[in-house]
């Protein structure tokens, strides 16, 4: 019999509510081949997008499809960097990331989305390495970060999940902006 993944579904007691609409978004399965699985798609899809398409805004005051890209960037990096911070036992609470003030300095819609379709598939694959050196009682370490306790193994599932989220919102909403 295969030894169970230490990264199995995270159960409610294991992250704040509000990220089980993340969370609840990602099939079942090993969650580090969906994470490797996910940005190969969420990076082809991206690379669809013609040069006139990148900076498109469904309406006005909306990020455009670059900031959308910068955003799943800085929140995979929070995410990732609460599970290094977990997994290696430090008790200091963590704090909340502000994504409007974040996505207002970042420079994000100045950037060539191949650029950050580049920094994505980094991020995530230095993410998934270290997740996979973990050894199994740490996927089950927690912490706190907003306020709220989390376990390491609900990060993954969160960052995926996210991804999920947003990519469903280009589809839907930025349409117009990839080819037919």
């Known amino acids: 019999m295969a030894p169970t993944s230490p990264f199995g579904r995270p159960g ?7 990220y089980s609409r993340y969370i609840d978004q990602v099939p079942d399965g090993d969650i580090l081949d969906v994470l490797e ?9 991206l690379r669809s997008v013609p ?17 959308v890209v910068g955003h799943v960037i800085d929140t995979e990096r929070v995410f990732g960097y609460r599970s290094v ?3 290696r036992g430090d008790a200091a609470a963590l704090p909340s990331m502000e994504q409007e003030d974040w996505a207002r300095a970042s420079n994000a819609h100045a950037r060539p989305l191949r650029d950050l ?10 993410h998934v390495l270290f ?25 993954p599932w969160i960052i995926a999940g ?14 117009g902006a990839f080819p037919s």
């Open 85 to 87: 911070h977990f997994a």
């Open 117 to 126: 379709v580049a920094e994505l598939e980094a991020v995530r694959r230095g």
């Open 51 to 67: 040069p006139d398409g990148e900076t498109f805004r469904y309406e006005p005051g909306k990020w455009s499809i670059r900031e």
């Open 162 to 175: 996210h991804e999920l989220h947003h990519v469903r919102l280009l589809r839907e909403r930025y349409g």
């Open 37 to 45: 699985r996910q940005v190969v798609e969420t990076a082809a899809l």
């Open 131 to 155: 997740l996979r050196g973990l050894e199994p009682a740490m996927a089950l370490r927690r912490g706190v970060a907003s306020g709220f306790e989390f376990t390491v193994r609900s990060m």
């Open 12 to 18: 409610p007691g294991e992250h704040n509510a509000y």
